[in-house]
């Protein structure tokens, strides 16, 4: 038989192991979990410069992936014809305040259809969103089909076409 303060001796010491025990356990389920990217994002330049900001996705290992540019409404309208074009035609929503212009999207040959270009708009949407902006647009040809899925399957809408460029948004 066992007396009093051995058995309490050795409830202690079980308490504390199992204590351990679970401490570990968590240690390891957070490990398993826990998020490890398998890209880096850089940037250069400014959303309000004459060419906006680049948006580089990258390997870990720095191997370049693809690209794309935001760039603020002016400086957008200046730069693409195609932006002014259609924004003469009908506008709605959209001013230097509320909206950001993409445009040069791509990703290198060898990476497309791996889920390389919906990665990098989605941390273009977070960076757009962390401005402050409300609306995100885009001009794709009514023929990239690839490009069409990828607008799609983010959730942007149809603002208009030309028969030949659809004028797409997305309302962060
Ligand atoms: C358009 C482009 C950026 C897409 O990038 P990507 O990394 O290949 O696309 P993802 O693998 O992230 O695909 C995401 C979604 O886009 C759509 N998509 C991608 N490639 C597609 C294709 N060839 N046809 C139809 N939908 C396609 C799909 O909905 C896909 O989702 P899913 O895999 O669940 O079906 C890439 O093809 C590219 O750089 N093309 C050349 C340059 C270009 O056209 N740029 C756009 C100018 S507006």
Redesign the pocket.
């Known amino acids: 038989m066992l007396n009093f303060q051995t058995t309490k001796f050795l409830l202690q010491n079980l308490i504390f192991i199992i204590m351990n025990l679970v401490e570990n356990i968590n240690r390891i389920k957070s490990l398993m979990f826990e998020q490890v990217e398998d890209y880096q994002i850089k940037t250069f330049d400014d959303i309000n410069s004459r060419l906006g900001l680049r948006v580089c996705i990258k390997l870990p290992n720095g191997d370049h992936v ?1 690209k794309t540019n935001i760039i603020d409404f002016e400086n957008g309208l200046n730069l693409s014809p195609n932006l002014t074009s259609f924004i003469n035609n009908k506008n709605n929503l959209f001013d230097q305040d509320n909206c950001v212009y993409q445009y040069g ?3 290198e040959e060898p ?8 990665k990098l708009k989605n941390e273009c949407h977070k960076i757009i969103k962390d401005m402050g902006y409300k609306y995100a647009t ?1 001009i ?1 040809k009514c023929d ?4 069409l ?2 607008m ?2 983010l959730g942007y809408n149809l603002h208009q076409s030309n028969g030949e460029r659809d004028f797409l948004y997305l309302e962060i």
């Open positions: 693809g999207l791509e990703i990476y497309r259809g791996q889920g390389w270009g919906e885009n794709v990239n089909h690839a490009s899925g990828l799609k399957k």
